[in-house]
């Protein structure tokens, strides 16, 4: 029974290690899939309304309205109800720089006079509209002669297919302390889709290693068929923390980071997410311009959502992208194809979800579908079998050796000299069929002494002699009795 055993649980143990499942693969390093959904466009604009007060020649008012723009950049949705960070320089200026340039381009087109149109204060040569022009500039007095009306205008343009030309509406709840600082804002009304919109996922800290690959994924202009989203791989340099940010460094000294992606920055990037390769979380944001872009860390990013009371979470758009984009990347198209369609039913615009269904239906069911392999092959695996070959048979070899071990030694204890005696049963006395017959013998002097047949005595003791003329007991083989000395004859 016990080397049955032990056969048994090695054979077990090789069927179990020949029959491993293919072990399950994280997401393939350095992708942003899990962030783009979430990149949004972010254009602002100050709109003014201006009135000029005429007084030169004859009492008139002429109302203007400019729209002047502020920045453009990208954001990062944060969480489903739309809430969304930027940098503030693309969202936020000095509303009396604008005022100053309504100022200079009004009484430029109605006076006919040549003013740069800038946000310097400036003189012309007549006194007399010279004069005017400086009552136009603010603050705003009792003698002004223009009344000036600033407000901001944010639109976003969301990562949806077909394009969204129109956006949406979004006001700035906080601003940063400087320019390339964080910014948030929230949508006017509800963004796009009954359960909100896709968000980007924000990692816990910085990767700390120098050169550590990052990508920085966002839009040179407005989303639509001929703008998609533009990547770009990077690496984190030495040192830098806080709002002065982190510089980028690549560590083959192939190109120079800071130059290419300050280029990015001034056409549309700054702002972007920089994405850690590791799990594709945001670790930061793109600022700077022209040869000096840099990294704001995450940390800057959730202090400013803290103070703006909006705090970053995950939907039901997510976890349903995830999964199915978990199933993609580790090529079960099959099973990917219905997430992906769940995504979309949820948030029909999102473009990448859309993408991905495609090649997943298109693969599905064909020779790169894992989920199809292992259905045709359940032992096969992306992994090599032999090391699990190998593991099984030196177990199965030492299941087979204990079992001989154990065979040997019960053997060896089937000789005389281990076996135990047997335990001692009282023996009763078999019952003597055979026993031999008391003769009485008696005596006479005229007869001869003939044995009584009729007076024969069974007993399991040897037979008994008796003396016929005194009694007395006789001994085997005598031939008279010891007491009265009377010959004894027995037949």
């Known amino acids: 029974m016990a080397r049955t055993t032990v056969l048994t649980g ?52 002429v109302e203007r309205s400019y729209d002047f723009p502020i920045g453009q950049g990208t954001g990062i949705v944060v969480n489903p109800d739309g809430a969304i960070v930027t940098l503030t320089r693309v969202v936020k200026t000095d509303d009396e720089d604008v005022a100053v340039r309504a100022a200079n381009k009004v009484f430029a087109d109605h006076h006919d006079v040549k003013v740069p149109q800038d946000d310097e204060r400036h003189s012309v040569k007549d006194p007399i509209l010279n004069r005017h022009l400086k009552d136009c500039y603010p603050p ?92 770009e791989i990077a690496h984190l340099g030495k040192g830098g923390s806080g709002e002065n940010g982190r510089p980028f460094a690549d560590p083959e000294k192939k190109v120079d980071e800071p130059v290419k992606l300050g280029g990015l920055a001034d056409r549309g990037l700054a702002g972007a997410p920089v994405i850690g390769d590791k799990d594709g979380h945001v670790v930061g944001m793109l600022v700077g311009g022209g040869k000096e ?43 990917a194809a219905p997430g992906f369609q769940r995504v979309l039913e949820l948030y029909p615009g999102n473009v990448v979800a859309a993408d991905l269904l495609k090649v997943a239906l298109a693969k599905r069911g064909g020779p790169e579908d894992a989920g199809t392999r292992r259905a045709a092959a359940p032992a096969s695996s992306g992994l090599p079998l032999w090391p699990f070959i190998v593991a099984a048979g030196v177990l199965f070899a030492g299941a087979a050796v204990g079992a001989f071990l154990l065979w040997r030694r019960r053997g060896a204890g089937d000789g005389p000299d281990d076996r135990q005696p047997p335990p001692l049963v009282p023996q009763q006395p078999a019952y003597d069929e055979g026993a031999n017959q008391t003769i009485m013998v008696r005596r006479s002097q005229q007869f001869p002494v003939v044995p009584q047949q009729g007076q024969v005595l069974t007993t399991q003791q040897p037979a008994t002699t008796f003396c016929t003329a005194c009694g007395m007991r006789l001994g085997q083989a005598h031939r008279f009795c010891g007491y009265c000395g009377q010959p004894i004859e027995t037949s």
Do not use: W
Not at 46 to 55: A, F, K, P, Y
């Open 10 to 61: 090695g054979v077990a143990a090789t069927i179990a290690l020949l029959t491993l499942p293919a072990v399950a693969h994280e997401h393939p390093s350095g992708i942003t899939d899990l962030v783009t959904p979430a990149v949004v466009r972010v254009e602002a604009v100050s709109h003014v309304e201006i009135t000029l007060l005429d007084h030169v020649s004859r009492l008139r008012h």
């Open 140 to 231: 705003k007095r009792s003698t002004a002669t223009c009344i000036i009306d600033v407000t901001t205008d944010i639109t976003v343009f969301p990562n949806v297919s077909p394009a969204d030309t129109d956006g949406f509406k979004a006001e700035l709840v906080r601003a940063g302390s400087g320019p390339d600082s964080p910014a948030v804002l929230m949508p006017v009304a509800r963004a796009v889709g009954s359960v909100g919109m896709p968000t980007a996922p924000l990692a816990d800290k910085v990767p700390d290693q120098q050169g550590a690959p990052t990508s920085v994924a966002g839009f040179l202009g407005r989303p639509g068929p001929s703008v998609r989203t533009t990547v």
């Open 293 to 335: 872009a840099r990294m704001i860390g995450v940390r800057e990013i959730t202090s400013t959502l803290s103070k703006a009371g909006v705090a970053p979470r995950r939907g039901a758009i997510d976890s349903a992208f995830e999964a199915a984009l978990t199933r993609y990347h580790t090529k079960y198209y099959t099973e």
